[in-house]
């Protein structure tokens, strides 16, 4: 019983972990959309400036 009982911790734990790491990776991902709208706003303005 106690081994199945830490099974399902493990399982769960290791489902916790792959949630967060997706989380993470999105959030990442979002900041480097952000980001790259950031540097080419910048640049046209830059751009924009040197015209």
Known sequence: NS???KY???R???KKK???NDSI???HHHVEAI???LLVLCLS???K???
């Open 3 to 5: 081994f199945d009982d």
């Open 8 to 10: 399902v911790l493990t």
């Open 12 to 14: 769960l734990n290791a």
């Open 18 to 20: 792959s949630v967060l």
């Open 25 to 27: 990776a999105s959030k």
């Open 35 to 37: 980001g790259a709208r």
């Open 45 to 47: 303005v830059c751009y």
């Open 49 to 51: 400036k040197i015209i």
